[in-house]
DNA sequence: TCCAATGTTGCATATTTTGGAAACATTGCA
DNA sequence: TGCAATGTTTCCAAAATATGCAACATTGGA
């Protein structure tokens, strides 16, 4: 358990942390369509605005999105979208496993 | 914004959440080798019986990882290897959008 | 300059998460 | 049965996180 190693893991974990949300995985969603102000993103998903601020505030200091100015607004645009592939994929592992379970469990249905 | 939409990022923050600690990614990766016992996990990451054991109960909740009891112990194995691929994915892409700023920032060190 | 629109930050509160110790449960063996 | 090994659960205190409101900052236009 090398220092290294150590900081991949906490640098991962601060990746999934920022995605630990459901308004935030919804932000992702949203973003992957289009670029995104904070104010019609906050109306659109019914946040107040602070709080929509805060959460692409977690999503930017993680890496995920990113911000540009436009006059008195700001972008929010995705910077990877396989992060979201990545849920995908991971979900699609974990009900198919679920389901397979589920099959040896009740055998007779067939 | 529907119900179902809703119910889906529920799900896929669920399955980020028990992601989101350093310790669980290690764990993750650990068991991406072969199949561990509590104890031995525990040992070789230098957390006390019971963190270890709550953390794997996480990972079990979300599905990441599957148990088979052998005698008075129980194995844990990786259920989703492509969650870890995943999250290389997107911390290259992260840190490649990092350096690809740094680049812009910095653009005479060239 | 003054104002309106847009975002961010600070604060208070409530909730959740974490780690550690001890108690408890289960299993296999002498 | 009694005991040792292994895991899980419970309780607690500390730390982190989420929400809403208000205050503040920045920008562009009247």
Same mark, same amino acid.
């Given at each position: 358990m090398d220092q290294r190693t150590l900081r991949r893991c906490e640098f991962r974990a601060g990746?999934?942390?920022?995605?630990?949300? /459901?308004?935030?995985?919804?932000?992702?969603?949203?973003?992957?369509?289009? /670029?995104?102000?904070?104010?019609?993103?906050?109306?659109?998903?019914?946040?107040?605005?602070?709080v929509a601020s805060k959460h692409l505030a977690q999503l930017k200091a993680a890496g995920l999105v990113d911000t540009e100015k436009r006059g008195t607004l700001v972008e929010y645009r995705l910077v990877a /979208?396989?992060?979201?592939?990545?849920a995908a994929c991971a979900e699609g592992a974990i009900l198919a496993k679920r389901r397979a379970k589920l099959d040896i469990a009740l055998p007779l249905r067939s």
């Open positions: 990746i999934f942390k920022a995605l630990a949300h /459901p308004m935030r995985v919804l932000m992702l969603e949203t973003l992957k369509e289009k /670029p995104w102000c904070v104010c019609e993103l906050a109306f659109a998903l019914g946040l107040e605005k602070s /979208p396989c992060v979201l592939d990545v």
